[in-house]
């Protein structure tokens, strides 16, 4: 099956060890075989828009953020569905997210549902408040998680229905 949609992410592998098996059962996402991770736009173009134009422009945009370093310092929810960790800083995913949606202002992120962009990286989802609750506090005996940020990855897939796969990274801070 061709992919219906695509996204951009900074993949946190260092998180699986602490979360993974959470996202197995609360994330759907992980289920589509997209790994923990902080969005960075989605949903982002669609995949027939993909092309050697589009990726130059990201390529560029993401070359001017320079690589970070960042902590999974605490949980947080949103409302009583939704349960995620929060990086620190937060504020280099706020850049990433700025610099590609100003490149592709059709692209808003979480297709303007929301009125700010929260960077995250969520644990569960739409389960029951003490499934989630368990998985809150069994993840924070992990924390903090911390990684180096040096990639944004473009991937592609269709929710629910195909696997996503990589389709290119790009190099934070890379000279051009």
Known sequence: MEPTQ??????????????????ESLDPAASWGVPAHVTVLYPFLAPQQINDQALTLL?????GIPRFDVALTHIDW???????LAPQPDRPFRDLTAVVWQQFPETAPYAGAHTEVVPHLTIGQDAPKPTLSHAAETASARLPINAAVDMVRLIAGTPGLSPWRTVCEFPLGADL
């Open 6 to 23: 695509t996204a951009l992410i900074v993949p946190i592998p260092e998180a699986e060890e602490a979360v993974g098996r959470f996202r």
């Open 59 to 63: 390529r560029k945009a993401i070359a």
């Open 78 to 84: 949103f409302g009583d569905t939704v349960v995620w």
